[in-house]
């Protein structure tokens, strides 16, 4: 069974993005173990330290081994089967976890994206980070049935 971690940045807080995420983690489960890690947020902060800290709290929680894919405005665009040719090699690497990031309000620092092994985006457009995991869920499921030649994906 493949395995993967997703970080995201404080907690979700409204009731249909936790149920959406919820929905494809368990439609996930049966072919890749995710591991769901939240850090905690700092909306006292200012900009640029707020991006600082929150990585770092990131950071914390990634392996020296793992693929890190931050999730960022600036990444690499990709139709599904792209995604999950892309995701493929990551699940199966003998080192480390794919371990996918999710930014907060501000987004990341400088220092995680240089840290990153990849950059991805899911849109040229802003989105709550609660969306982009739902997105991101998604996709890793397509992905995963596109691999296996199940019929969710046309």
């Known amino acids: 069974m493949y395995r993967l971690k997703i970080v995201c940045v404080g907690r979700t807080k409204k009731k249909y993005w936790a ?8 439609m996930l489960a ?8 939240s850090v905690k947020d700092c909306p006292n902060a200012g900009g640029e330290e707020r991006k600082r800290v929150e990585s770092e709290r990131i950071l914390e929680k990634v392996g020296p081994r793992d693929t890190l894919v931050a999730l960022h405005e600036t990444g690499r665009l990709m139709d599904s089967r792209d995604f999950a040719a892309f995701v493929r090699p990551l699940f199966e690497s003998p080192q480390g976890e794919c371990c996918f990031v999710i930014g907060g309000a ?9 840290r990153a092994n990849f950059l991805l985006s899911l849109s040229p457009m802003t989105m709550p980070h609660e969306l982009a995991q739902v997105v991101l869920y998604e996709q890793l499921f397509r992905a995963m049935t596109i691999l296996a030649n199940r019929t969710y994906h046309y």
């Open 19 to 26: 149920e959406a995420i919820g929905h494809y983690a368990k």
């Open 106 to 114: 501000m987004g990341l620092s400088p220092e995680l994206l240089s």
């Open 30 to 37: 049966p072919m890749v173990r995710v591991d769901a890690v």
